[in-house]
């Protein structure tokens, strides 16, 4: 019995080994990692584009300062020396052309009054003498020289007088005032930006540096400073968005309106001048600002929305749809962009359909 069973544990032994077991069957399908599939959820999260041939318009980003429009910024001087006896106005204050700023008292003033009423009086002698002359002349006791010489010194006292006539005209006062006080005044519409002067100062009339420094601040200007590298690429006309740290959300409009013909060296950069619309008094001379340039560069170009790039591990990508809720990593080359288009040199061709809302949400599935 014994023998009998082991004989058949041989048998069976032996058919297992005769038996070749099934192959297992593997999944060749390679998993490709650039390839991202979204769920029918997912796909209503994200809004896509279609890449388009448009003319390349990107943005240069500049820091600048705000100063004070040079055209109508007017320092205002003293032509004579003189105490300050009077001060009208203090820095900040609105004035109008014409509008008393500060009085002075002043001998140079009073030199000019003594100057013009000695002119005067000469004057008065001259006319008197030439018209004896004239009735002397009739009655043959003066001679033609004589008439002559009359007249000569009429003509040199007239213009003595006119003379002194124009130094208080220059000085804003009349021949007929006798305090001596000289009037300082604004010389066209504007804001007092700055004051140098106090009540009780002595000021002379070859001080280099303004008593007041009145400017129209209804405009006024933005020096960007373009980096050397960035100088091609702007022009005159270029359109700019400018804003600033006091009012972040408010974006003023303007246009590159000069472009400086030297470098700063020590910044290595040169100056671009905008002039932008003061009107509501927001801008204040030193205010550090944003400059956003868009160029025109005269080119087309492959552009995608703004929105649409990933910028991982120093290189850009797009989400490209490749139907059925998948979508494919694609590396692209960007040439520039503006605040809603980038545009692509490599990487995409027209009509392709990329991710635009969430695109770096794809990106990480």
Known sequence: MFNKIFSLLIILVLFLAGCKRPEQKVDDQVIDSNLVELNSIQMHQITMDTARIEEERTDLVL?????????????VYSFVSGTVIKLEV??????????????LKSADVSNYQGQYAVAEGQLKTATRNLDIAKELYKTKVYSDKDVMQAQNDYKS???ALKTAETYLKTYKVTGSDTNSTYTISSPIDGYVVSKSISEGMNVRSDNTNPLFTVSYLKTVWVAANVYENDIPQIALGDSADITTV???????????????NMLDSSANSMQARIVLDNSAGLLKAGMFANIIVHLDKH???????????????NDYYVMVFKGDHKFEKRKVSVEGTNETRSYITKGLVKNEIVVGKNSLYVYGQ
Do not use: C, R
């Open 157 to 159: 006292a007239v213009a």
């Open 299 to 313: 080119k087309k170009a492959i552009a995608v929305p703004k929105e649409s790039l990933v910028f991982y591990n």
């Open 63 to 75: 820091s600048g300062k705000v100063t004070f429009n040079m055209d109508y910024l007017s320092p």
């Open 90 to 103: 203090s820095q900040g204050d609105y004035v109008k052309k014409g509008q008393t700023l500060a009085v």
């Open 246 to 260: 006091a009012y972040p959300d408010k974006k003023i409009k303007g246009t590159i309106s000069k472009i400086a």
